[in-house]
């Protein structure tokens, strides 16, 4: 890293620490030559590949447009937004990629979509997927209500339990 003051091309790291939850490291570094310090932040830069080809920065403020378009008129707040949002980048960093394809963000937004708000899912999902039919819309319904027969069965189950079991072990 070069020095900013006396512009020489290396220095030594004095302390490296993990912020932003991984994201980023900020490293205190000293110049051998000036004998300044001075700190650098490192950071993974994630690029979205669009279907034109193009290249640009991924960017949470893009995902929460995008979403609370399919949100108009539904109740969600901003901080609702704001967490899905960074729910979809901890997805993209966990895959690993450096780039990654717009469509793949896309998907990374279907379920976190999906248990904010059913109606505005089923809105993004019809642009995202390309819905043509009244029976694509049927299907991704059938989809949800099966998710929610799953669900209430899990519960129904959970709720028949004897009252004095825990940890497989009957109470007294």
Known sequence: MRCPYCRVGDSRVLDSRDIDDGAAIRRRRSCPECGRRFTTMEAVSIVVVKRSGAVEP?????????????????PVDEDALALLAQQVEEAVRASGVCEIDAHDIGLAILDPLRQLDEVAYLRFASVYRSFESLSDFESEIRSLRSSHDRLIDVVATTEQEPVGVLAGRTTT
């Open 58 to 74: 991924f960017s949470r403020d893009k995902v929460v447009g995008g979403v609370r378009k399919a949100c108009q008129g539904r």
